[in-house]
């Protein structure tokens, strides 16, 4: 079985300063890693993924993510926030099947 | 390419009330998948489908239907519908990738069951 824990309900941020989003995962095998954002009253949209090769990824919006194998993370970064960054966050993983696993979702507040 | 599209966009129904919920994508993908959103619970997986002709259940099947009939279209029914229904449903498609593929969703069909 494969499973994602997002420990934190809500992340509080002032604008300019960096970000983490933490994410852990577990799963059989490789494991194929995402990372969504959600807008008030929108779907989600896909920041970035890790697949293979280097560990540090980057995506949409100045984020960026580091695979780290040895503690089963995939932490979501952002070197200086914005008070638009403010939304849902929600890592997903999928091992061998093509049927992800959501964790629940992070809250994400960035104040001015 | 419009992507994911859902409609309705919003809709409240009595208890008992049927209705579909409707989701066409326009990128020729195979996968398609459906999901419930409620508060601080993340998504749910209600049904998928890996190609037309195809579906199979996921986490939370109970009181729903779907059917697969072409590659664009993944109708979601809802018989009798129960206030647990109550919640935001999402539609998503990926390609032939698996599970290394980026999944697209839908705007989303906020549902109230009265």
């Known amino acids: 079985a494969q499973s994602v824990a997002q420990p934190e309900d809500q992340v509080n941020v002032a604008e300019g300063n960096p970000l983490t989003v933490k994410c852990t995962y577990s799963?059989?095998?490789?494991?194929?890693l995402f990372w969504y954002v959600q807008y008030p009253n929108r779907g989600l949209q896909f920041l970035l993924k890790?697949?293979?090769?280097?560990?540090l990824v980057k995506g949409s919006y100045g984020f960026e993510a580091e695979f780290n194998k040895s503690q089963t993370s995939f932490h979501l970064k952002k070197p200086s926030a914005l008070v638009s960054d403010s939304a849902l966050y929600f890592c997903a993983v999928r091992g061998g099947s093509y049927i992800p696993t959501f964790g629940r979702g992070t809250s994400l507040i960035v104040h001015p | 390419n419009a992507g994911v599209t859902q409609t309705p966009k919003f809709r409240i129904l009595k208890i008992g009330q049927s209705m579909t919920l409707q989701c066409t994508q326009d990128?020729?993908?195979?996968?398609m998948y459906w999901y419930r959103q409620d508060p601080g619970m993340g998504l749910k997986l209600i049904y998928y489908?890996?190609?037309?002709?195809?579906?199979d259940k996921g986490e939370v099947p109970n009181g729903y239907n779907v059917s697969r009939s072409t590659t664009e279209d993944f109708p979601l029914r809802l018989e009798l519908a129960a206030p647990s229904q109550t919640s935001v449903y999402f539609c998503?498609?990926?390609?032939?990738?698996?599970?290394?593929?980026?999944?697209?969703f839908g705007p989303g069909t906020r549902l109230t069951v009265l």
């Open positions: 799963v059989s095998g490789n494991p194929y």
């Open positions: 998503a498609s990926n390609g032939l990738a698996g599970a290394a593929d980026t999944q697209y």
């Open positions: 890790y697949i293979t090769g280097d560990n």
């Open positions: 990128m020729n993908h195979n996968y």
């Open positions: 489908s890996v190609g037309a002709g195809i579906t």
